[in-house]
């Protein structure tokens, strides 16, 4: 029968577990962001070369497996060059630069639904483009598209999940290892999706409350 | 001030502009009338380079701006814009809208910014609005504090493309009468409207184009009583 007694040593070693998702998580998130704002803003430019990379990026990581992207940068890493990449490293990595690539597109469409007038009510008045930009147009962009980054937050946390398989001992990794050891499945995984769950719905809230705010100026 | 030579433009195969010549001199309140698609407001546009004139030169106090000499930033904080449609920033209340450009190019205190915003809100009326967040405002009222940010900058010409035009009817004298005033205090305005009264009282100049030609400049009186142009009259017949 059911027994999640098992588990009661295991318990602080899950909370180690989940403190790595977190972790994991927030950094590629910055990431992901970062290099979001960076390829949205040079797919808009008018540099065509360096759109045309960025484009071609986009292209590549929405167009291959997060997976296949993961053991390629943790197994590559070492044999290309000579540095032996930490499991957590080539996670974060390969996860930023791969949802970079979605939050990049988010952010483009965020930007091109900002009404043509808003760049010209700020140029007309002498406002240098990279100001105008940062103050008027990212600020309205993000607004326009914090469903889909709040969506891209979440199907990260999902994704970090992925990084047990390169041995990262993440709450996926710890439910695996819990059934390893006392051959009870179901209560481990079940935990570890639990936990998931109300991480999940966390972010959730505080998507929800990040969208009230920004709605002040409706 | 303003002197325009042998101005072009045009979009693809539309020639929009041709050849337009004209001068604008110090505290003159200029009107622009025509027809609609006459290229009225891609004039005023080139007139700080929203549009960039395919030929001819557009001379600032003597320096031609057409060609890329003068950093255009430089010539647009001198020659702010009114929009028909507002362009108020969403993102920002009415005091925000008013001090961001005087802070980030003229590079005013916040104070100084919040003291001239605050003066210029009173004078058209809408000191109560200050931190209200333009989706608040009736479009009259946007276009006071499209006025007002305008004038914080203290252009040196102040451009007004149809101002009125997106406003429901019960709006237009409010906004017209925020124009009148400024008009008596020696500003230089360029403005394209479609209100023909308020071009007659305003002005001191008329230009009238059609098809992207100046057709006929002239003192409003004289223009509007005895337009000298057969389009003119023509124009004028339609809309009187």
């Known amino acids: 029968m059911l027994d999640f007694s098992v588990l009661n040593p295991y318990f602080p070693m899950l909370l180690a577990a989940v403190w790595i998702t977190l972790k994991f998580t927030f950094f590629s998130t910055i990431l992901g962001f970062i290099g979001g704002f960076i390829l949205a803003l040079i797919t808009l430019s008018k540099n065509k070369v360096l759109s045309l990379l960025a484009k071609v990026y986009i292209s590549v990581f929405r167009g291959t497996p997060l997976l296949v992207q993961l053991m390629l940068i943790y197994f590559a890493t070492p044999q290309l060059t000579t540095y032996t990449i930490s499991a957590l490293e080539a996670g974060v990595l390969s996860f930023g630069l791969n949802s970079a690539a979605y939050i990049s597109e988010a952010l483009r469409g965020g930007i091109l639904s900002v009404d043509k007038g808003q760049w010209e009510g700020a140029m007309s008045l002498g406002v240098p483009k990279h100001r105008l930009v940062l103050d008027i147009i990212l600020p309205q962009a993000i607004k326009n598209a914090l469903p889909s980054l709040v969506n891209e937050s979440i199907m990260l946390l999902k994704d970090s999940s992925l990084v047990s398989v390169i041995g990262v001992a993440d709450t996926l990794r710890w439910a695996d290892l819990i059934q390893a050891k006392t051959f009870r499945a179901f209560e481990a995984f079940i935990v570890a999706a639990a936990v998931y769950y109300v991480l999940v719905m966390a972010l959730n809230v505080l998507g929800s409350y990040l969208e009230k705010k920004v709605r002040v100026s409706d | ?240």
């Open chain 2, 1 to 240: 001030m303003i002197e325009i030579k042998h101005l072009a433009k045009h979009f693809g195969d539309l020639e929009v502009l041709k050849d337009i010549s004209l001068t604008i001199n110090k505290g003159e309140v200029v009107t622009i009338i025509g027809p609609s698609g006459s290229g009225k407001s891609t004039l005023l546009r080139c007139l700080n380079l929203l549009e960039q004139p395919d030929g001819g030169s557009i001379l600032f106090d003597g320096v031609d701006i057409v060609g890329g000499q003068v950093k255009i930033e430089n010539i647009r904080k001198n020659a702010c814009m009114v929009f028909q449609h507002f362009n108020l920033f969403k993102n920002m209340t009415v005091l925000e809208n008013m001090t961001y450009a005087p802070r980030v190019v003229n590079k005013l205190s916040k104070e100084e910014a919040r003291d001239k915003a605050l003066k210029l809100l009173e004078k058209v009326g809408l000191s109560n609005k200050a931190a209200e967040y333009p989706s608040r405002l009736s479009g009259g009222q946007k276009q006071r504090v499209a006025i007002a940010r305008a004038l914080a900058m203290e252009p040196e010409v102040l451009l007004l493309d149809e101002p009125t035009s997106a406003l429901d009817p019960e709006m237009v004298k409010e906004v017209l009468d925020v124009i009148k005033e400024l008009a008596h205090t020696g500003i230089t305005m360029v403005l394209v409207t479609h209100e023909m009264g308020f071009a007659r009282d305003v002005s001191s100049v008329v230009h009238f184009m059609d098809e992207g030609v100046l057709v006929e400049s002239g003192q409003p009186e004289e223009f509007f009583a005895h337009p000298k142009t057969e389009r003119a009259r023509k124009f004028l017949s339609t809309i009187l």
